[in-house]
């Protein structure tokens, strides 16, 4: 079984700053491609930005120069550092993990087909 478990969402005002975790159960994670989604409950789910195996990240137009995903291999961690937060941003976080498919196929326009973004972390950013 594939698990990524989110965590370090959290309530915050706008201009603030979250670092979202990830872990992943699965030992072949470092050779993955990898990335952070979020969705506000009735709209599709949207893309926020990959890596790849190799550290390679893209980003979405709507978050790129506040956001920063990074991993660390050693330890199974996926990280999204979200600046500058909106209430647009308002969305429950989710991560999830794919096949070893470095760019341009880790690009974010392929960051639905990762998974299995099964349990997010909710990020509420006020006024």
């Known amino acids: 079984q594939v698990e990524m478990v989110a965590s370090g969402g959290g309530s915050v005002q706008a201009g603030g700053s979250l670092r979202l975790s990830c872990v992943a159960t699965?030992?072949?994670?470092?050779?993955?491609?990898a990335g952070w989604s979020r969705q506000v409950p009735g709209r599709e789910r949207e893309g926020g930005a990959t890596?790849?195996?190799?550290?390679?990240?893209d980003h979405a137009d709507s978050v790129k120069g506040r956001v920063t995903i990074s991993r660390d291999n050693a330890k199974n961690m996926l990280y999204l550092q979200i600046n500058a937060l909106k209430p647009e941003d308002t969305a429950m976080y989710y991560c999830?993990?794919?096949?070893?498919?470095?760019?341009?196929?880790?690009?974010?326009?392929?960051?639905?087909?990762?998974?299995?973004w099964g349990q997010g972390t909710q990020v509420t950013v006020s006024s």
């Open positions: 890596i790849d195996s190799r550290g390679v990240t």
């Open positions: 999830g993990t794919g096949g070893d498919a470095p760019f341009p196929y880790c690009a974010i326009a392929a960051v639905q087909t990762l998974g299995p």
């Open positions: 699965h030992p072949w994670f470092s050779s993955t491609c």
